[in-house]
């Protein structure tokens, strides 16, 4: 009797059955994102959505899925392209703050090559002769994120040395002599003090001049511009000569200026025994011309003393010697010859408690009292007041 397939075995053949026609069957092809999402779309007014009413799409929902396609690969290239713009605005920030924040090194220097020549002609002259010696940025500052300011230092040298008068603690007396040989020498002229054959010859004192500024020192001239940025590009404007500063001014003149009038140049070996040969001729002068003018006076005021009175016949009949009296009463008279052993004057004592002496009130409408002329003597000197 054969055996009957339990139930177990019925189930499995049942299930082998179904997976075998299941492998037959062919499996239908799967759906991209897009499609699926298409689809989706059109179907949402069926009562059951993702799925269809008819076995097929018609050809409305083919135009609607088409339609959809394009709309999406539109919306996905838009958004491809605003990443290509942000990626270009974030690049273009990104160079020109960390790549192109100024404009270069080559550029500056090509700007302000000429900046010497131009700025030499303000400085140098032919009391002042200078040079250029180069020019370099000494400051740039930022103003803001598209403009710069810079400063150009251009250095100009001394061709030769300068020179001033001087006029230290070591020409005081120099100085000092000249002004009195000048007034000596007025002196000589106006009283014609000596002769043809004692005439001495007048000393000359020239112009004493001291260096202020070596050949070689160098003044620094600052001049000012500005930079604009033209996206990655940066625009140079135009140096501003007009608001330029200078850190020193220079004292003093070449000796050029001085080639049509006598000097000496104080602190050179070369000069300094000249110095002394030409000041020790100016001291003679003045010490003879000053020896001259007190000759001078002394013979006029003897000139001017009145005559000695005429002695009279009797006088001189008699042959009488002149009394004291006489010789007091002469015009010159005589000081008296102190004697050491007389006594010596005792003044009398200070009394406080005496009464004051009362002066008499001043009267206005009292007659001038008229002083006697007197038998001093009258010295006509050499007014000391220039012509």
């Given at each position: 009797?054969?055996?009957?397939?339990?139930?177990?075995?019925?189930r499995?053949h049942?299930r082998?059955?179904?997976?075998?026609?299941?492998?037959?069957?062919?499996k239908?092809?799967?759906?991209?994102?897009?499609?699926?999402?298409?689809?989706?779309?059109?179907?949402?007014?069926?009562?059951?959505?993702?799925?269809?009413?008819a076995p097929?799409?018609?050809?409305t929902?083919?135009?609607?899925?088409?339609?959809?396609?394009?709309?999406?690969?539109?919306?996905?290239h838009?958004?491809?392209?605003?990443?290509?713009?942000?990626?270009?605005?974030?690049?273009?920030?990104?160079?020109?703050?960390?790549v192109?924040?100024?404009?270069?090194?080559?550029?500056?220097?090509?700007?302000?090559?000429?900046?010497?020549?131009?700025?030499?002609?303000?400085?140098?002259?032919?009391?002042?002769?200078?040079?250029?010696?180069?020019?370099?940025?000494?400051?740039?500052?930022?103003i803001?994120?598209?403009?710069?300011?810079?400063v150009?230092?251009?250095?100009?040298?001394?061709?030769?040395?300068?020179?001033?008068?001087?006029?230290?603690?070591?020409?005081?007396?120099?100085?000092?002599?000249?002004?009195?040989?000048?007034?000596?020498?007025?002196?000589?002229?106006?009283?014609?003090?000596?002769?043809?054959?004692?005439?001495?010859?007048?000393?000359?004192?020239?112009?004493?001049?001291?260096?202020?500024?070596?050949?070689?020192?160098?003044?620094?001239?600052?001049?000012?511009?500005?930079?604009?940025?033209?996206?990655?590009?940066w625009?140079?404007?135009?140096?501003?000569?007009?608001l330029?500063?200078?850190?020193?001014?220079?004292?003093?003149?070449?000796?050029?200026?001085?080639?049509?009038?006598?000097?000496?140049?104080?602190?050179?070996?070369?000069t300094?025994?000249?110095?002394?040969?030409?000041?020790r001729?100016a001291?003679?002068?003045?010490?003879?011309?000053?020896?001259?003018?007190?000759?001078r006076?002394?013979?006029?005021?003897?000139?001017?003393?009145?005559?000695?009175?005429?002695?009279?016949?009797?006088?001189?009949?008699?042959?009488?010697?002149?009394?004291?009296?006489?010789?007091?009463?002469?015009?010159?008279?005589?000081?008296?010859?102190?004697?050491?052993?007389?006594?010596?004057?005792?003044?009398?004592?200070?009394?406080?408690?005496?009464?004051?002496?009362?002066?008499p009130?001043?009267?206005?409408?009292?007659?001038?009292?008229?002083?006697?002329?007197?038998?001093?003597?009258?010295?006509?000197?050499?007014?000391s007041?220039k012509?």
């Open positions: 009797m054969a055996e009957l397939p339990t139930r177990a075995q019925a499995a049942v082998k059955a179904a997976a075998a026609a299941a492998a037959k069957v062919p239908a092809p799967e759906m991209s994102a897009d499609l699926a999402a298409a689809v989706a779309a059109v179907t949402t007014h069926v009562a059951v959505p993702g799925s269809t009413a097929f799409i018609t050809a929902q083919k135009e609607a899925v088409a339609r959809e396609l394009k709309r999406r690969a539109k919306v996905r838009a958004k491809q392209v605003l990443v290509v713009i942000a990626a270009l605005v974030v690049l273009q920030f990104a160079l020109a703050r960390l192109f924040n100024a404009p270069t090194e080559v550029a500056l220097r090509e700007h302000i090559a000429n900046l010497p020549e131009e700025v030499l002609p303000f400085f140098s002259s032919l009391r002042q002769p200078l040079q250029t010696d180069g020019v370099v940025i000494a400051q740039a500052d930022q803001d994120g598209n403009h710069y300011r810079f150009a230092s251009v250095t100009l040298r001394l061709r030769k040395p300068l020179y001033v008068a001087a006029a230290t603690n070591g020409t005081v007396q120099y100085r000092r002599l000249q002004d009195a040989l000048i007034s000596a020498r007025e002196q000589d002229l106006r009283f014609n003090l000596f002769s043809q054959a004692d005439a001495m010859e007048t000393p000359v004192l020239p112009l004493l001049l001291q260096q202020s500024h070596q050949a070689g020192e160098a003044i620094v001239v600052r001049v000012p511009f500005t930079a604009r940025r033209f996206g990655w590009q625009r140079l404007d135009p140096v501003q000569i007009g330029r500063s200078v850190n020193r001014a220079l004292e003093g003149d070449s000796l050029d200026r001085y080639d049509d009038i006598p000097y000496l140049i104080y602190g050179v070996p070369s300094l025994a000249d110095i002394r040969q030409r000041t001729q001291n003679q002068y003045v010490v003879e011309v000053t020896k001259a003018i007190q000759r006076a002394n013979v006029q005021a003897v000139a001017t003393v009145p005559a000695k009175p005429p002695v009279a016949e009797s006088d001189e009949a008699t042959g009488d010697a002149k009394s004291d009296e006489d010789e007091d009463a002469s015009p010159v008279a005589k000081r008296p010859v102190p004697d050491p052993n007389a006594p010596a004057i005792v003044r009398p004592a200070f009394d406080p408690n005496a009464p004051a002496i009362v002066q009130a001043f009267d206005p409408n009292a007659p001038a009292i008229v002083a006697p002329s007197s038998g001093k003597l009258s010295f006509n000197l050499p007014s007041s012509r």
